[in-house]
């Protein structure tokens, strides 16, 4: 059974850091680029990151360029994503996603004061 699972999210002041992850079990991890996809309050999926599948290339959406980073570790089948200078528009509920073929259940991230 395919399964991805997020952890990590949580309620954060603006300026601070969270570092979601994603672990992954039922699916050979590593010939897959992985992603993270958010959804705010109210509106639709935005892409928010994505590595290839061994991790020598990333990209971002504008949005986060500069605040975010994306790894993994393919011994583990575990992506994470290193969310500093948190801003209340990033409050959302975070999602990864395998190529978007398999998705997670997302975790909830909240930046208020």
């Known amino acids: 059974e395919v399964q991805l699972v997020e952890s990590g999210g949580g309620l954060v002041q603006p300026g601070g850091s969270l570092r979601p992850s994603c672990a992954a079990s039922?699916?050979?991890?590593?010939?897959?680029?992985m992603n993270w996809v958010r959804q705010a309050p109210g509106k639709g999926l935005e892409w928010v990151s994505g590595?290839?599948?061994?991790?020598?290339?990333?990209t971002y959406a504008d949005s986060v360029k500069g605040r975010f980073g994306i790894s993994r570790d393919n011994v583990n089948s575990t992506v994470f994503l290193q969310m500093n200078s948190l801003r209340p528009e990033d409050t959302a509920v975070y999602y990864c996603?395998?190529?978007?073929?398999?998705w997670g259940q997302g975790t909830q991230v909240t930046v208020s004061s």
């Open positions: 590595i290839t599948r061994g991790g020598g290339s990333t």
């Open positions: 039922g699916f050979t991890f590593s010939t897959y680029t």
């Open positions: 996603n395998a190529a978007f073929r398999f």
